[in-house]
């Protein structure tokens, strides 16, 4: 029984588990398999390469983690991120704002669809999944429709210069990735607000019996999932330099193929911030392989759906062997 919230949580606690970590040694493995049959993959520059692309990728699956966590799913994050970078562009542009106030409004503005979403969710117990292909599908043509309308514009260097600062030799949003991973981490350990995500996720009736409005709580991550997949593709798109169309292009795929492999659960109840920050590594630094070997694009992406349906296999039967022992 938790002394915080009176809700006992269906597994077990474990100081460690070497299962639980599998995500670690996968990605140790990728990487000497790929410095040994690559020469220029374990160098600063291309790891330092790498890990800037996955920094902006990884805040996406900030939110996407603490709503798997619950038992939601959100597939538009891959819509949002590239809608944060079009809204941007849309400030930027038309309202002549500086990058700080846009990137705001941005976020903003991306929070309030990720809120309605989450809002629609809980109200009239819609299934997530499919919601948020529909929020998917109406962002991505909102996507489209910004961009055409200032195609070829380019941001102007004061607009575009923050994200490629560096700190102490490396970009400031790898140092945010690991800081972000590392507090929500423990906050998800510690802190009795972000623990009680894993008990609704395990029983969300039981949660609201013991007086934890867990509708709030979902309606506040799909938001924050949407706004952290917004600030993701506003980097990405400054680092481009201009709002492009293929910006957050099949990233829901990835983000939850990263989420999975890394142990959350598709049915709620597990998951972890640095394990999905090591997924992230995992999925991005596997491509970047791929992509070096000449393996075709359309070949890469057999292998990331084979990866996927084999975590979620996976998942399925570790769900149903905790199901078994808690019957």
């Known amino acids: 029984m938790d002394k915080n919230t009176g809700i006992a949580p269906n597994t077990k606690t474990r100081i460690f588990s070497f ?4 995500i670690v040694y996968l990605v140790v493995a990728l990487f000497i398999f790929l410095s040994l049959t690559r020469n220029a993959f374990f160098t ?24 798997i966590i619950m038992g939601e799913l959100d597939l538009s994050v891959g819509s949002l991120f590239g809608f944060g970078g079009a809204m941007m562009g849309f400030f930027v542009f038309y309202y002549k704002m500086s990058a700080p106030a846009a990137i705001a409004l941005a976020m903003a503005v991306s929070a309030l669809i990720g809120f309605a979403a989450g809002f629609l969710v809980v109200k009239f117990r819609l299934n997530s999944m499919m919601l948020t292909i529909g929020v998917m599908m109406a962002v991505k043509g909102l996507n489209w429709y910004l961009v055409n309308r200032f195609s070829g514009r380019q941001f102007a260097l004061s607009a575009r210069r923050f994200v490629s600062v560096n700190l102490f030799g490396v970009k400031w949003t790898i140092l945010l990735m690991v800081l972000i991973a590392a507090v929500m981490e423990i906050l998800l350990a510690k802190s009795r607000h972000l623990k009680q995500l894993y008990y609704i996720g395990h029983n969300v009736d039981t949660t609201i019996l013991y007086g934890l409005n867990a509708n709030a709580v979902k309606c506040v991550c799909f938001a924050v999932s949407a706004a952290m997949s917004a600030f993701g593709g506003i980097l990405m798109t400054a680092r481009l330099a201009h709002p492009n169309v293929t910006v957050g292009s099949n990233l829901e795929i990835s983000i939850i193929t990263a989420a999975v492999i890394s142990g959350a659960s598709i049915f709620g109840g597990r998951g972890s911030i640095v394990r999905t920050m090591f997924g992230v590594i995992f999925v991005f630094t596997l491509i970047n392989g791929m992509t070096s070997f000449n393996v075709n694009t359309y070949i890469q992406q057999i292998i990331l759906g084979a990866i996927l349906i084999l975590a979620i296999y996976l998942d399925i039967r570790a769900n149903a062997d905790l199901t078994g022992e808690r019957a």
């Open 19 to 22: 299962a639980d970590w599998m």
């Open 44 to 67: 600063y520059s291309n790891i330092h390469s790498i890990l800037h692309e996955v920094s902006f990728n990884f805040y996406a699956a900030i939110g996407f983690t603490l709503l």
